[in-house]
């Protein structure tokens, strides 16, 4: 990676005399590995090359990104089967990517090659079936933009960037939750590149026991090469009211207070977003609350009311499209990359007061005290009216019974805060997790950071069945790198 940084006549000179090694399976050529097995516009790159960065996938944090040997990235799906039987063979370890948003504990020890799936950037609807597939490197915007532009919704996470499928496999949290569950619960099957190379389906008709895997621990038997979902009608034409309200540190306690009120009870079409900021320049420290309501301003208003009611700083309205949503919205600014970035979680059962009036004075007391440190700690609240109807063992995403989801986001500008920073966070993580109203910690796989382990992510329960499902589809381990089952 230092190599990038060098001028292009060193690298070039680098990259003539470099060893050809790819790490991770000893001194190996990758043009003469796997050229000869795949279709010429399959790129191939060693990480001394120049070409590198252009082969390899994005990542959204520079935090334990691994230290790739090298990177293909594959033109057709028949080059992909290959590059697994090939890589498998020589016992090369690889992880796929597409959005790059997967960074989790220990990837910088990682020592092999990235996979890049961006090629597989498809989008399809059947707008008169409600029907819609998806290609392992359509992102949610790709996606959204297809749907709406059929007339037609689902529910996804609420930014733009991420993986469509990656952000599935664990489950998949957003906006329209309350409408119609989890992303999962709208997958109606997937093509399975498995670890012997070849493909299987998984579906509720086929291979029944791996398609409840995949439904909240897809990362872990293989490569998801399609995903075909149901799609719905749009409600409210497709137009979302988007009411953002800026409030005071003072005013906190009273946010909280009546946040609280709508546990058990947030309409189906209300979200709600928070996010604790600090302003280093003028000291001061504030809070956006952001309402989604999939529905028109008159509709919303009885519950905007009760935000204004409390006099916000600062108000906006908007009325935007769903695909508006994700690009235009104050929500894009969450895709910005290269940062050293780490994110701590935990799901509550029960929005707590004063847990929230401490995390936040907590949260500007550490930020006052480290100008290295910008973090932004956010609570998501969506009705879980539809995830209560689901049988709670239809997939193996456990957590079903979360009011809302803390998330914090620590962007850390001085390396040598790194350790401070995990340590504060791991603090406020317990809090939270004290005041959940959970014994067990309801970790959402995809926001985890890595340490929480299988038990957190999937439940102890489910962990039996999820083994023998590792055991039966991926006995030698070479999917789910961070995603460990033990
Ligand atoms: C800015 C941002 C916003 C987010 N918003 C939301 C949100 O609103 N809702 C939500 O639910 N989540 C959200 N997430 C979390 C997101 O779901 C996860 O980070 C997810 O893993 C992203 O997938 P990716 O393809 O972008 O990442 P990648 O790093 O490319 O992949 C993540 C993991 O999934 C595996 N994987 C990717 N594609 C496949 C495939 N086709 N088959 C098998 N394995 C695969 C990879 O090998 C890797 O282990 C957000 C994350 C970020 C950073």
Redesign the pocket.
């Known amino acids: 990676m230092l190599l990038l940084k060098l001028s292009p006549v060193l690298a070039l000179v680098y990259a003539t005399t470099a060893h050809t090694s790819c790490g991770g399976g000893g001194n190996r050529n990758l043009e003469a590995l796997f050229r000869s097995h795949v279709s010429p516009s399959t790129e191939i790159a060693s990480s001394y090359q120049i070409n590198f960065s252009t082969v390899v996938?994005?990542?959204?944090?520079t935090w334990e990104a691994p230290a790739w040997s090298g990177a293909i990235k594959p033109a057709l799906i028949s080059d992909l089967k290959q590059i697994i039987k090939i890589a498998a063979k020589n016992n090369i370890p690889f992880?796929?990517?597409?959005?790059?948003?997967?960074?989790?504990t220990g990837l910088g020890s990682f020592d092999g090659i990235n996979i890049n799936?961006q090629n597989?950037n498809t989008v399809t609807v059947d707008a008169v079936n409600n029907r819609m597939t998806l290609g392992?490197g359509a992102?949610?915007g790709a996606m959204v933009t297809e749907v709406f532009a059929a007339g037609k919704e689902i529910q996804?996470?609420?930014?733009w960037?991420?993986?469509?499928?990656?952000?599935?496999?664990?489950?998949?949290?957003?906006?329209l939750m309350g409408l119609h569950g989890?992303?999962i619960d709208d997958l109606q099957s997937?093509e399975?590149?498995t670890a012997s190379g070849e493909t299987v389906t998984a579906s509720k008709d086929e291979n029944e026991d791996l398609f409840w895997g995949i439904r909240g621990a897809?990362?872990?038997?293989?490569?998801?090469?399609a995903?075909n979902y149901t799609v719905h009608d749009q409600t409210n034409g497709g137009f979302v009211t988007e009411a953002n309200f800026y409030y005071t540190a003072a005013q906190n306690r009273s946010l909280w207070e009546l946040i609280a009120t709508f546990d058990n009870v947030l309409p189906a079409k209300l979200s709600l977003q928070t996010a604790m900021l600090y302003n280093a320049t003028t000291d001061t420290a504030s809070i956006w609350l952001s309402a989604w309501y999939v529905g028109s301003l008159d509709e919303s208003q009885p519950y905007l009311d009760q935000f204004a009611a409390l006099g916000p700083f600062a108000t906006e309205i908007l009325n935007l499209t769903q695909v508006e949503v994700y690009y235009q919205s104050v929500?894009r600014g969450?895709?910005?990359t290269g940062h050293l970035l780490t994110?701590y979680t935990m799901g509550v059962g029960r929005t707590d007061p004063d847990t929230l009036e401490t995390h936040f004075a907590d949260f500007v007391a550490f930020s006052r005290a480290n100008p290295a440190y910008f973090g932004q700690s956010y609570m998501?609240w969506y009705s879980n009216k539809v995830n209560l109807q689901t049988p709670a063992d239809s997939t193996v995403f456990p957590w079903r019974d979360v009011q809302a989801w803390w998330l914090l986001e620590n962007i850390i500008l001085d390396d040598s805060l790194l350790s401070a920073v995990d340590d504060w966070s791991v603090l406020q993580r317990g809090n939270f997790h004290a005041t959940s109203g959970f014994d067990d910690e309801h970790v959402?796989?995809?926001?985890a950071i890595g340490d929480e382990g299988p038990a957190a992510w999937w439940s102890e329960a489910n962990l039996p069945k999820l083994r023998a499902l590792k055991a039966r589809w991926d006995p030698h381990n070479l999917?789910?790198?961070?995603?460990s089952l033990e």
Not at 156 to 159: A, D, H, I, L, W
Not at 218 to 225: A, E, L, P, S, Y
């Open positions: 996938g994005p990542r959204w944090s992880i796929a990517t597409n959005g790059g948003h997967g960074a989790k799936l597989f392992p992102t949610l996804t996470g609420n930014s960037c991420p993986g469509g499928i990656g952000v599935t496999l664990g489950g998949g949290i957003g906006m989890l992303m997937v399975l590149l897809g990362q872990t038997f293989g490569i998801v090469t995903a929500t969450v895709c910005g994110a998501q959402y796989v995809n926001y999917f789910g790198k961070g995603y």
